[in-house]
């Protein structure tokens, strides 16, 4: 079996799969502190029930991709596969410096163009990240503030807004404090996501794919007026084809 990392800034989410597909994935987060032995405790029960012969770590965290490292080959006697200048991707990238580009857009952009179509594939996580991707190549990324970060920022600097439930309120005009800020955190987000498909769309010249994915995501389902490819979990799927890629060039 395989054993996927994906570390993201507010979460960790490690996928077992095969060499076909992913076949479960775990969620954890307040991981950030953590030493080495306490991540290998964290994550005990999954190395009880599974027998691992391939490691692969994405990260944008650099301190968590040490220790990972370490837990990997200290723990499980495996040299994992980590997604860093130098790895076998496939991926070709358009990017004044490539060497910045986040391992995740990388998974992800590896995993959209297995689709063999252009594909925009929009990943709703800490940030939300845009990336265009047409005949193996990176072609272009947006980035802007995440649902959650927007969310906390409107409230942790005003004295009268309360926290709320992130939800689609029944229609865009509230009529109570909550529903109105519901409003327009989703309804504001989704606005975005069409804006910006739109202008991408006049940008390249041509029509795509809109891929959506992240924790997020389903959050958008029944309010997009747009049509969206919805696929759970896009960046272990491109890490796992990272690491079959690399595997087989060892």
Known sequence: ????????????????????????????????????????????????????TKVAICSVVPELTTKLRTLSVEYLEIDPVVVEPGVKTGLKMKA?????????????????AKMDQPVLFIDLGTATKYVYVENSTLNGVVISPGVEVSMNALVSNTALLPTFELKAPNKVLGNNTISCLQSGIIYGTAAQIEGLVSKIKNEVGKDFLVVMTGGLSPL????LEIPVTFVKHLVLEGLLEILLRNSLVK
């Open 220 to 223: 958008f389902k029944n309010v």
């Open 96 to 112: 004044d410096y490539p060497a910045e580009v986040g391992a995740d857009l990388i998974c992800g952009s590896v995993a959209a």
């Open 1 to 52: 079996m395989n054993l996927l990392f994906d570390i993201g800034n507010t979460e960790l989410k490690v996928g077992v799969a095969n060499d076909e597909k992913v076949l479960k994935v775990f969620r954890f987060s307040k991981f950030q502190e953590k030493s080495v032995d306490e991540l290998y405790l964290s994550f005990y029960l999954i190395f009880d029930d599974y027998e691992f």
